[in-house]
C-alpha cells in the first residue's frame, strides 16, 4: 500500500519562501503520476503543480513563476518550491500520486486533485 508523507510547511510572510517534501513509501516511485493539490476550507481543491517521470512540469497559472515542483526519484520524494508567497496560498498542500498505468501519460496539474493516494497534508499560512 503505497503512503505518501508531507513536511515543510509552516507559516511566512508574504513574500517568503517554503519547500515542501513528500516521500512515498510501499512502492516504487516510477509506478506513480505525482502532483500537489491545495484546499481551503469551503473551497474546491485545486491542482497545483505535476511532474512526469522525465521532470516535465506543469503548474497552474497562479503559481507559475513563483512555484516549482521537482522529485528525487532515487530517494522517492517530491517536492514543491514555494516563492514570493502571498495570502492567497494560505491552504492544507497534499501531495498526491496515482498509478501511472490507467493514465499512459501522466495527466497535468487539473488532475492531481482527483488522484488516488494523497497524504495528511501539511499546512502554509502566509500572513500579508
Known amino acids: 500500500q503505497v503512503q505518501l508523507t508531507e513536511s515543510g510547511g509552516g507559516s511566512v510572510q508574504s513574500g517568503g519562501s517554503l519547500k515542501l517534501s513528500c516521500r512515498l513509501s510501499?512502492?516504487?516511485?516510477?509506478?506513480?503520476?505525482m502532483g500537489w493539490y491545495r484546499e481551503v476550507p469551503g473551497k474546491a481543491r485545486e491542482g497545483v503543480a505535476a511532474i512526469e517521470i522525465d521532470s516535465t512540469a506543469t503548474y497552474v497559472d497562479s503559481v507559475k513563476g513563483r512555484f516549482t515542483i521537482s522529485q528525487d526519484i532515487a530517494k522517492s520524494t517530491l517536492y514543491l518550491e514555494m516563492n514570493n508567497l502571498r495570502a492567497e496560498d494560505t491552504a492544507m498542500y497534499f501531495c498526491?500520486?496515482?498509478?501511472?498505468?490507467?493514465?499512459?501519460?501522466?495527466?497535468?496539474?487539473?488532475?492531481?486533485?482527483?488522484?488516488?493516494?494523497w497524504g495528511q497534508g501539511t499546512q502554509v499560512t502566509v500572513s500579508s
Open positions: 498526491a500520486a496515482d498509478d501511472r498505468v490507467g493514465w499512459g501519460e501522466c495527466p497535468t496539474y487539473r488532475e492531481t486533485a482527483g488522484f488516488g493516494y
Open positions: 510501499g512502492d516504487s516511485y516510477r509506478s506513480y503520476c
